[in-house]
């Protein structure tokens, strides 16, 4: 499980790095744009890490850059995975593979 949990998050980076490349606007991340862009095609799961990062009224933030955002994603799958005791609860915090596959 630990294999198939760091192949998900190297494949949930790359499409999430992309994925805030879209929603810059010169110094500015469009949190509310990017939480849109996502419901609209039902990855409900992956808005809802964005929620848990930046909070549910944040409409646009500072870009720290795609990394350190990055970071910021993981740290609210991580609290997700704190809850539960069982190896598969980390594979299940991330979003599923179909939803990173649709982006």
Do not use: C
Request: aromatic share 8%; hydrophobic share 35%; no cysteine.
């Amino acid at each position: 499980l630990d294999l198939q949990y760091d192949v998900t998050v190297n494949f949930f980076r790359a499409v999430h790095l992309d994925l805030l490349k879209k929603f810059v606007e010169g110094p500015s991340l469009n949190i509310k744009g990017m939480k849109g862009y996502l419901r609209e095609r039902d990855l409900n799961e992956w808005a809802e890490l964005i929620e848990a990062q930046y909070g549910k009224d944040t409409q646009k933030k500072k870009s720290e850059g795609g990394e350190l955002e990055f970071k910021g994603v993981m740290k609210a799958v991580n609290e997700i995975i704190k809850k539960h005791t069982e190896d598969q609860h980390k594979i299940d915090a991330l979003p599923d593979l179909d939803e990173i596959y649709t982006l």
